[in-house]
Nanobody
Framework: QVQLAESGGGLVQPGGSLRLSCATS????????MAWYRQAPGKQRELVAG???????TLADSVKGRFTISRDNAKNTVYLQMNSLKPEDTAVYYC?????????WGQGTQVTVSS
């Protein structure tokens, strides 16, 4: 079955950077459009960034100019480079397929932006 394993989160000060990774298995990764989603406490899960099988990307308005999504098909891995982090970026970050995510999600990785 599809497995998604997110990593790379942590505590960072405002203005700092983090790089998230998502290792996948159980799917033909190179054909899959992938995305990063996030869920803050008390809020619904939202799309942060998506990348097609061909490398085309889309970003939520709130992260444009700060976040970059990329993929390595040889490693079945998708990445999220997050720069100029803000307190409002604090959330659990998940990866999944896009635009229709698999029903089973990974454990996510916590990102906390705080001084």
């Amino acid at each position: 079955q599809v497995q998604l394993a997110e990593s790379g989160g942590g505590l960072v000060q405002p203005g700092g950077s983090l790089r998230l990774s998502c290792a996948t298995s159980g799917m033909i990764f190179r054909f899959a459009a992938m995305a990063w989603y996030r869920q803050a406490p008390g809020k619904q899960r939202e799309l942060v960034a998506g990348i097609t099988s061909g490398g085309g990307t889309t970003l939520a308005d709130s992260v444009k100019g700060r976040f970059t999504i990329s993929r390595d098909n040889a490693k079945n891995t998708v990445y999220l480079q997050m720069n100029s982090l803000k307190p409002e970026d604090t959330a659990v970050y998940y990866c999944n397929t896009y635009p229709n995510p698999y029903p089973t999600w990974g454990q996510g990785t916590q990102v906390t932006v705080s001084s």
